[in-house]
């Protein structure tokens, strides 16, 4: 991984994010998106409503590619990412997107403002603007790739699932270099969506604890280039990633976290690494009562005692399809700082938590860590990652 | 320039006068004349009667298609890891959840909630099927047919195992029509296997030229394509029904098109 970047409610970009990490600064706010506001706490980025994107992709503006170009332009990355479309041809750089929501905040808008026959204004007539695709296709147009490009619609594991789409793409030579990455946006969709489902919380989201209420929705933007690891040897590394299905529910975890077991086996096993060197987990958690208490016994009973594990949705809040590359990005940090966060608003853990749940971030360095990331419909990715200069 | 080659081991296909893959083959063939009609929605048995009953269409065009093209290759739906690709997922549930955000956000219904994710065809075949193996939901705009066969024949070859890949659109339904231009509903989905020494082969390689992507010989398919972009599967279809050596170039993103050798 030769470069990476996030942005989200803790920060734009890997420095204020690594600050607000360690100063323990969360981002959460009261919920102030939109004109009848439920009561709760998200995770919004500042000042998109005044930055609209480039001119020349005025057709698909829109909060979610608003934050995708936000996002872009911290820590570098658009230039780097050019400088690998510009190394290795545009035909050779691959791009795999993540997101749950895409631009759907347009739609939203559009039905907010149908003409007298129900139909779209003129104004909002653009076929791209209304697809799932319309993020990979305004970064494409951005980074100039003309290689093999996709987004990963899977819900909440779109931005993890992401990295092993690409690394298939690059190992099976389809690809020299990959772009990845996820965006997500607030939008009515999401907020009122969670909210029907009671999974929303009146309070700041409070991973793990054992008066836990729910989840707070944020927005993300994050992005990673891969590239061959032999060529970079002291760039951290995608180690294993693997995969599953819960085969039990559209909205509700499995009840003993089978898949989320599969998919943390099928990683480990591709990384060819026992549980045991794991120093930590970066957690799905999202704070809702079944969630939590499923994968909270799912890492006891998985992890040594010695691993650390902990959510860091009560920094950004859980940013939906982009949870899975703003996590990969603290896996990253943590890889390269030297540290491991905690879990920011849990006070008193449920029992159902063992010893490797961190509250206070933890000043070790870890060598090896893993993202999980679990999405509707028992769609499940796991990733592990490492510090450069392994063999 | 790398190449896939895997074995095209099943194949099914739900879509106006196309209800199954048989009849489809004899009508590509010109053995049956094509009746443009839309079908009824479908009943895949592959559901139980309460999910079909309760899931949106693209969820039973799609896992109508997909269990048709399972049973051909005898495969176990439960073992097939899964690639599901459309191009704009239940438009008919995209609408209603913009309706309803625009006058009564709060009455948002839980289930239409989380039947509005990409997925959701994904997330209820495996649950009818059982299947624990990876899936996922993808797509690229009009070009979802070609991404979504690269991304299958990819995992084929990587894990050496058959993969399921189930391609659909539905019709646009309310406001959406005055954006989304497609008036039916459209599924095909194919079961590659590794084992490429004996049957229809599919040879893939990254397109070189820049030219048009190809379309079906014949008028009637020609329409259906104008009518809905996953119908972009039919001059490979036509290739597999025809079952004579070809070459076919698929647009699989933009600027990205895929070269693909139908072997038989």
Known sequence: ?391 | MSELVVRVAGVGIYAPGLTSWPLARAVLLGERAFEAADPPRPTPVALPAAERRRAPDSVLYATQAAAEACTMAQAEPAQLACVFSSTQGDIAITDYMCSTLASLPRELSPTKFHNSVHNAAAGYWSIATGCRAPSTALSAWTDSVGAGLLEAALQTVDTGAPVLLAAYDVAATGALRSVVPFDCSFAFALVLAPDAASGTRLVLRAASDTGPNDEPDLDWARDLRARNPCANGLALLQALALGAPQRLRIGAGAHFSLQVEVAP
């Open chain 1, 1 to 391: 991984m030769t470069a990476y970047t996030a942005t989200s409610a803790a920060g734009c970009g890997v420095d204020a994010f690594h600050v607000a990490l360690r100063e323990r600064r969360g981002g959460l706010r009261s919920n102030d998106f939109g004109d009848a506001p439920l009561s709760c706490w998200i995770g919004r980025v500042d000042g998109l409503e005044e930055a609209a994107v480039p001119g020349e992709f005025a057709a698909i503006d829109c909060r979610n590619n608003r934050l995708a170009w936000r996002g872009l332009q911290q820590d570098g990355f658009l230039g780097q990412a050019r400088a690998a479309v510009a190394r290795y041809g545009a035909d050779r750089v691959a791009l795999v997107l993540g997101t749950s929501t895409a631009s759907i905040a347009a739609t939203e808008e559009a039905y907010c403002d149908l003409d007298l026959g129900g139909n779209f204004q003129q104004s909002y007539r653009n076929f791209l603007l209304h697809s799932p695709h319309s993020l990979a296709a305004f970064v494409q147009g951005v980074l100039g790739t003309r290689g093999p490009v996709c987004t990963v619609a899977t819900a909440c594991s779109s931005s993890a699932k992401v990295f092993a789409q690409a690394e298939r793409l690059i190992r099976l030579g389809w690809a020299d270099a990959a772009v990845v990455g996820g965006v997500d946006t607030l939008c009515g969709s999401v907020l009122f969506g969670f909210n029907a489902l009671q999974l929303v919380s009146d309070e700041p989201c409070r991973p793990f604890d054992i008066t836990r209420r729910g989840i707070s929705i944020g927005e993300a933007a994050g992005f990673a280039l891969l590239e061959r690891a032999d060529r970079y040897q002291a760039a951290p590394r995608l180690l294993g990633w693997g995969e599953s299905s819960d085969a039990h529910h559209m909205s509700s975890p499995h009840p003993t976290g089978l898949g989320a077991r599969l998919a943390i086996g099928d990683a480990l096993q591709r990384a060819g690494l026992s549980a045991a060197a794991i120093d930590y987990v970066n957690m799905h958690g999202t704070a809702t009562p079944a969630n939590d208490a499923v994968e909270a016994v799912v890492v006891t009973e998985t992890f040594p005692e010695s691993t650390r594990a902990s959510s860091t949705k009560g920094w950004t809040g859980h940013t939906l399809g982009a949870a899975g590359i703003v996590e990969a990005v603290v896996c990253l940090i943590a890889l390269e700082q030297g540290f491991m966060p905690g879990t920011l608003n849990c006070i008193q853990p449920d029992p159902a938590c063992g010893p490797q749940l961190a509250l206070a971030n933890i000043a070790r360095a870890p060598q090896i860590v893993l993202s999980s990331s679990f999405g509707f419909g028992g769609n499940n990715a796991v990733l592990v990652f490492g510090c450069g200069g392994r063999a």
